[in-house]
């Protein structure tokens, strides 16, 4: 082998643990920031949606909300064990109402 190869293998290795222990506490901080951690805290799960974009989501005649993703959001909800909670917003408006909440 060459000289100093085991010298760099070793420092590699000691990098990559290093970076490895970083990586480990950085994602330990990021999941208590979570907006699924914050979805489970609540207990209820948001989604808006603009209903009439049949067959995707849209009101039936007792203005209940259906359609395909409010079945997906139903599921999860009921996955995640909490509330589901439609929120139907004009398209225009969806990302200000997601920043506000």
């Known amino acids: 082998m060459k000289k100093g190869f085991w010298k760099k293998a070793v420092a590699f290795a000691a990098m990559l643990v290093w970076v490895a222990t970083y990586a480990y506490g950085a994602d330990i901080e990021l999941a208590k920031k979570s907006t699924l951690e914050s979805i489970m805290k609540k207990g209820e799960i948001r989604v808006g949606f ?12 007792k203005g209940k909300f259906v359609g395909f993703d ?26 200000p109402s997601l920043i506000t909440g």
């Open 50 to 61: 603009e209903a009439g974009y049949m067959p995707f989501e849209m009101t039936d005649k």
């Open 70 to 95: 409010i079945d997906v959001a139903k599921e999860m909800a009921k996955a995640m064990d909490v509330k589901f909670v439609p929120v139907n917003t004009a398209w225009d408006g969806i990302i």
